[in-house]
């Protein structure tokens, strides 16, 4: 090979291995196969009853069976427009008792009840679950999901593994495993052991709730944010303490550690970079944030957000929130002590317990 | 010369240094959305600013999202700040206004000062909350964007808010694709990392806000600068106020469809964010203030973005002059080795950030333009090269900085 020719065969090569690149760069280009823009939810705005309103209305094709069914008293079996079967149960004189009564039956159709639903126990659910009326189900049961008109009540050891919405009250027995998402229009109470993620209710109880201090008696979180007048902000490099019985005027930031003595009244915001702790009985006007673990003690009321970005520990007595003033409760992982209220939204990222007092 | 060249070299290591911790703080560090699930609470009074100046094509969708999202009607307040428009602009705020008596509020200013900062530092009369979100004219909000940028306001340590920008007319031309790229690596990478790493996320200007007790004690908005988001930044930093960066609080925007109008605005970002290191840069490093040791150092080199382009030139310049004279910077293999690293890991840095951001939003394919980027780069690094040029004649004439509104190129609804 003479030398020229190797000049130009390099040349050659050289530009090939440039060019090669952008192959499927001008393909792209030209295909515009991925040029849409990112797919922003613009009308969903992460309600947590998103799911279960969507329900709502793919089963309202069901409304004119579910009436015939409560009106004969009959049960019937067919099949939606998506091709998933159903169930259709309706009596209006007493509860539904669902056919399936045999111990670890797993229950592949959609059921819709047109009035109260009785479960028996030990059944696994692998499609949604519809009750026109009250839902009660029996221990050791698996659902997908449940959307009840009245309460709805889970037994002991029960799971769910996407979302509950109960228009009445949700109660869940001790020792449930509550994935996703379980909201009330009214409340929700979860007993001991009891496992969650997201929770969202007027009212939110673990455990037996004592009559205990009223959020409602401190000046709104709106007054603290929206600033009727200049809120003070004391800011400390590191770490930082309220002393017990202590009031302070103002939002406190600590760079470091802050510690709350009991009794301890903040008319203000609270924010730490590092741990925070709470005494005994401590109020807090506004809210609570924390850069990494947080722990709530007894008998305190915090009436803003509560967020902890690593873990957060809630004690008995505890009210977050109240009815006028509703907010949120959010952190990794979360251990709310039996006799904990909090009115709003409770969310635990990962994990969430209740845990004895 | 040789010297020059070694602390060129030095700072582009850094800076590359800086893209790899990012880009892996991204994919397998510790994610930080603190106020992300704040879904119920008592949501304060806000008021939302749209700055506007000659923009008929647009305003009217903002205003009309505005008037749809999740937020209680009777806490939100809309002020559309028309700057100077002298098209249509007017008459479409005020068409809003009386279809929705009592939730807006026009400020029509029709003279003063040129650009935003001015602008809104004349529309601050009109605001009473303690909350204020910020909106240019070409955003489009969805349902719960206002919640998610009020949120972090309930955070007392926090003085700023930062939303994430999406282009949304993406597929117009290859200019529109790699600002959609750009745009992807620098927010879901490099801004997200900051909130991560606690240092620095900058604020924006738009799909933002800021806390008005903040504003009022850094001295409110800085009209005599080109970028008054870079400004507010370091000097809500300076006083110890956070701003904290939403990764998930997109918000749709226009991007610049032509060369000619993205060369125009690249030039002015430089030219405000070369104004703001001047300004802030020295005092940031080794005043005495209330920013820990790891925001110095990452709002230095956030300072310093723009200058690198011209830095970069110089290198080039001075690595050529080393060369033709003779001169070898390092001893053989030595040499060899730091050309090879930099060619394999160095020129990679902004390439291997802005795929994994594509990554990290779902899109795959989108990742084949990633070698047309340089086309990008070169026409930033000249323009942006130029604009420091021009300020440094400006500074000598004693010329005044000017501001410049980019082109919008929607059609009218």
Not at chain 2, 72 to 90: A, C, F, K
Not at chain 2, 246 to 255: A, K, M
Request: proline share 4%; hydrophobic share 45%; with cysteine.
């Amino acid at each position: 090979m003479n030398s020229s020719l190797a000049v130009a065969a390099l040349i050659l090569f050289v530009s090939l291995m440039l060019v090669l690149p952008l192959v499927p760069a001008f393909v792209e280009l030209k295909r515009k196969s991925d040029a849409s823009p990112l797919n922003v939810v613009q009308q969903h705005a992460g309600e947590i009853r998103h799911f279960a309103n969507s329900f709502r209305t793919y089963i309202q094709v069901l409304g004119p069976t579910l009436q015939q069914c409560v009106a004969s008293g009959a049960t019937a079996v067919g099949t939606l427009p998506d091709g998933v079967e159903y169930l259709a149960l309706g009596r209006c004189d007493h509860s539904q008792t669902l056919p399936i009564q045999q111990p670890g039956a797993i229950c592949q159709v959609t059921i819709a009840a047109g009035s109260d639903l009785v479960v028996p126990p030990e059944i696994t659910f692998l499609r949604d679950v519809y009750a026109g009326g009250r839902f009660k189900g029996g221990d050791n049961n698996s659902y997908r999901a449940i959307l009840g008109e009245k309460d709805v009540h889970l037994g002991r050891s029960s799971r769910v593994t996407r979302w509950v919405h109960a228009v009445g009250e949700f109660s869940a027995d001790h020792d449930c495993k509550l994935s996703g998402r379980i909201s009330s229009d009214s409340c929700i109470r979860l007993q001991g052991a009891c496992n969650f993620l997201r929770l969202n209710a007027p009212q939110i109880e673990t455990g037996h709730i004592m009559p205990g201090k009223d959020p409602t008696r401190l000046s709104s979180e709106h007054d603290a944010i929206a600033g009727s007048g200049v809120v003070q902000r004391f800011l400390y490099d590191g770490d930082f303490e309220v002393h017990a019985g202590e009031v302070v005027s103002g939002n406190i930031v600590a760079r470091g550690k802050l510690q709350i003595g009991s009794g301890a009244r903040i008319c203000g915001s609270v924010k730490s970079v590092g741990d925070m702790v709470l005494g005994a009985g401590v109020s807090v006007q506004g809210s609570l944030i924390s850069g990494k673990q947080m722990l709530i003690g007894p008998d305190c009321a915090v009436n803003g957000p509560i967020i902890a970005e690593r873990a957060l520990h809630i004690s008995a007595g505890t009210r977050c929130g109240s009815f006028q003033h509703p907010t949120t409760v959010s952190a990794p992982r979360i251990e709310a002590e039996e006799g904990v209220a909090v009115f709003g939204t409770l969310w635990a990222r990962e994990y969430g317990e209740v845990v004895a007092s | 010369m040789i010297y020059v060249l070694y602390f060129i070299v030095f700072l582009i290591c850094i800076y590359t240094a800086r893209h790899y911790w990012f880009t892996l703080n991204r994919l397998f560090g510790f994610q930080r959305h603190p106020y992300i699930d704040i879904d119920t609470a008592s949501w304060p009074l806000v008021t939302v600013l749209v700055a506007a100046h000659n923009e008929e094509k647009v305003i009217s969708n903002i205003l009309g999202a505005l008037m749809t999202v999740k937020y209680p009607e009777d806490g939100m307040l809309v002020i559309p700040v028309n700057d100077r428009s002298t098209d249509g602009t007017r008459a479409i705020i005020d068409e809003f206004v009386a279809r929705f008596p009592g939730r807006i509020q026009p400020f029509h200013r029709v003279s003063g000062k040129g650009g935003k900062a001015a602008a809104l530092k004349d529309a601050m009369e009109l605001v009473k909350t303690e909350v204020i979100l910020i909106f240019d004219a070409d955003y489009i909000p969805g349902a719960g964007l206002i919640k998610q940028l009020v949120a972090p306001f309930f955070d007392p340590e926090v003085g700023g808010v930062m939303g994430r920008v999406v282009p949304l007319n993406v597929g117009t031309n290859l200019l529109t694709r790699l600002l959609d790229l750009e745009r992807t690596g620098g927010y879901q990478v490099d801004q997200q990392a900051r909130m991560n790493l606690r240092l620095v996320p900058q604020h924006g200007g738009t799909v933002a806000g800021v806390r008005l007790s903040a504003l009022r004690e850094i001295g409110g908005w800085n009209d005599r600068s080109l970028t008054e988001d870079t400004d507010l930044t370091y000097r809500l930093l300076l006083h110890g106020w956070k701003t904290v960066y939403q990764n998930r609080s997109e918000c749709y925007e226009e991007v610049p469809e032509t060369w000619a109008v993205r060369i125009k605005q690249i030039m002015r970002w430089a030219k405000g964010h070369n104004q703001a290191m001047v300004t802030y840069g020295l005092r940031l490093l080794l005043g005495k203030h209330r920013a820990t040791l790891r925001e110095r150092i990452d709002g230095a080199l956030l300072l310093g973005v723009y200058a690198m382009a011209p830095v970069t030139l110089l290198g080039w310049a001075l690595a050529l002059a080393v060369f033709f004279q003779g001169i070898a910077p390092l001893h053989g293999v030595i040499a060899l080795f730091a050309l090879t690293a930099y060619a394999a890991l160095g020129n990679l840095a902004a390439f291997f950030e802005i795929a994994a951001a594509a990554r990290l939003d779902g899109t795959r394919k989108r990742i084949c333009l990633l070698p047309f980027l340089i086309l990008g780069f070169a026409v930033s690094i000249f323009s942006v090269s130029r604009a420091a040029l021009s300020q440094i004649s400006d500074l000598v004439t004693g010329a005044e900085l000017h501001w410049d509104k980019t082109e919008r190129f929607r059609k009218a609804l």
